[in-house]
């Protein structure tokens, strides 16, 4: 066996040994991802999976490198920019991927892609 | 400052073209003679044609360590770089089927699958999908 086959094998058994920790997170991933635009309910994803709010923001951090929120604001910047590139307004778009407020997510699109959603819309449509 | 090249190193950048093309789906971006034999040859996956661009690298003839370095990761089996795709088995099937040979088949590590593949340019690459 070569070196990287072993170092794959000792990850698996030092890291990624707890498949119901694994099985948690990756579900609360889809849950979010397949929810994005919705006000999530966190509270009732740790109940459905037994497991407190707490410990499950912390599971999801450790195997993903991020926190649920994180990924939700990049789930939702990713999203919005396809909303824009398919014609929708700004403010549509802001709505449509589940933002409350324009203002918040002009500048989480801004930080996140590095250009605000008006010149973003600008880009795609010169 | 932005992140527009990554580069992987080639033993034939003919043949890596083609490889890289004609097996993986990337599209040729640039392609521009740099004497000697040698070309800047850039592709871009098909989805993300504006996004990072993959640098064919010549490895210098005649600058030996280069080519100890890529053989030394490649007879070890440690992938030089990765790529993402959304179902790596369903690549893994696509590929093998076009002949390609892979060093680690499609396993689960956490919350990705991974698999490991050889581009007959002297590298092993791995592809990885983010399981949801």
């Known amino acids: 066996m070569k070196r990287y086959q072993k170092e794959l094998q000792r990850i698996k058994e030092n890291c990624y040994s707890n498949q119901w920790q694994i099985d948690t997170v990756i579900g609360l991933r889809n849950y979010i991802s397949n929810n994005f635009s919705e006000k999530l309910n966190l509270n009732l994803f740790s109940r459905v999976r037994l497991v407190s709010k707490y410990h499950l923001l912390r599971l999801f951090k450790r195997y993903y490198g991020q926190t649920p929120n994180q990924y939700l604001i990049d789930k939702r910047v990713e999203e919005a920019k396809l909303c824009i590139q398919n014609g929708l307004s700004v403010s549509d778009s802001c709505y449509a991927v589940g933002f409350e407020s324009l203002s918040s997510f002009s500048s989480l699109f801004k930080k996140k892609t590095g250009i605000t959603p008006r010149a973003y819309q600008k880009s795609n449509f010169r | ?132």
């Open chain 2, 1 to 132: 400052m932005k992140i527009k090249l990554v580069s992987v190193p080639v033993d034939n950048q003919e043949k890596a073209l083609d490889f890289y093309t004609q097996k993986l789906n990337f599209i040729k971006k640039i392609d521009i003679p740099v004497g000697g034999g040698n070309r800047w040859l850039t592709v871009v996956a098909m989805e993300e044609q504006d996004g990072v661009e993959l640098l064919l690298e010549p490895i210098p003839i005649e600058f030996e360590p280069a080519k100890v370095y890529q053989k030394a990761l490649f007879d070890e089996g440690l992938p030089y770089t990765q790529f993402n795709v959304d179902d790596v088995q369903k690549e893994y099937d696509r590929l093998i089927n076009l002949g390609v040979e892979f060093s680690v088949k499609p396993t689960e590590m956490g919350t990705t699958k991974l698999a490991v593949f050889d581009d007959t340019c002297g590298n092993y690459i791995q592809i990885v999908e983010i399981l949801e």
